[in-house]
T-cell receptor
Framework: EDQVTQSPEALRLQEGESSSLNCSYTVSGLRGLFWYRQDPGKGPEFLFTLYSAGEEKEKERLKATLTKKESFLHITAPKPEDSATYLCAVLAWGGSYIPTFGRGTSLIVHP | DAGVIQSPRHEVTEMGQEVTLRCKPISGHNSLFWYRQTMMRGLELLIYFNNNVPIDDSGMPEDRFSAKMPNASFSTLKIQPSEPRDSAVYFC??????????????FGSGTQLSVL
């Protein structure tokens, strides 16, 4: 059974204080790892897809990296508007096209 | 495109009543997912359709839940009878389908369901 564990559950940062969110996963064979951002009262919004160990993707202050066991979402010099819940999901090879989601990390960036 | 459209945004009902949630996926998308989100359990898949056919409904809690997709532009999730433990945010999501970045999901804004 595919498993996704995100840590920490919650993170409070000061504006400009860089940090990382972790997503550890267990799958039979990784087809893709996805990061989503969810704002209060809204549905998750796609950020990145990573497919193989060593791959990196960047978007503004966010950079996602991938190893064979985990992914990190690095947030550089965050701003209050980066406050949101960040969700990680994995898709495995083998017939099912259903992603398994982690519980998410709630990020609050204080001005 | 307007994105995935869900209705209603909020639903308050009494225990035992029937609830119907609606979803219009993005045009051209052939995969549709219904998820339920709670603080305790996070995002849980309820059912997955591909080309309007239910492929995996193993996440549907029990016989009180049913889902249909009569055509490529419309899906419903019905709860009958509803119970207080069904209170949650229900999301519909769609994707282009199989392969590469086609697998990223586009979510609707969700339906906040409260069963009293």
């Amino acid at each position: 059974e595919d498993q996704v564990t995100q840590s920490p559950e919650a993170l409070r940062l000061q504006e400009g204080e860089s940090s990382s969110l972790n997503c550890s996963y267990t799958v039979s064979g990784l087809r893709g790892l996805f990061w989503y951002r969810q704002d209060p009262g809204k549905g998750p919004e796609f950020l990145f897809t990573l497919y193989s160990a060593g791959e990196e993707k960047e978007k503004e202050r966010l950079k996602a990296t991938l190893t064979k066991k985990e992914s990190f979402l690095h947030i550089t010099a965050p701003k209050p508007e980066d406050s949101a819940t960040y969700l990680c999901a994995v898709l495995a090879w083998g017939g099912s096209y259903i992603p398994t989601f982690g519980r998410g990390t709630s990020l609050i960036v204080h001005p | 495109d307007a994105g995935v459209i869900q209705s209603p945004r909020h639903e308050v009902t009494e225990m035992g009543q029937e609830v119907t949630l609606r979803c219009k996926p993005i045009s051209g998308h052939n995969s549709l997912f219904w998820y339920r989100q709670t603080m305790m359990r996070g995002l849980e898949l309820l059912i997955y359709f591909n080309n309007n056919v239910p492929i995996d409904d193993s996440g549907m809690p029990e016989d009180r839940f049913s889902a249909k997709m009569p055509n490529a532009s419309f899906s419903t999730l019905k709860i009958q009878p509803s119970e207080p433990r069904d209170s949650a945010v229900y999301f519909c999501a769609s994707s282009l389908g199989r392969g590469g970045t086609n697998e990223k999901l586009f979510f609707g804004s969700g339906t906040q369901l409260s069963v009293l």
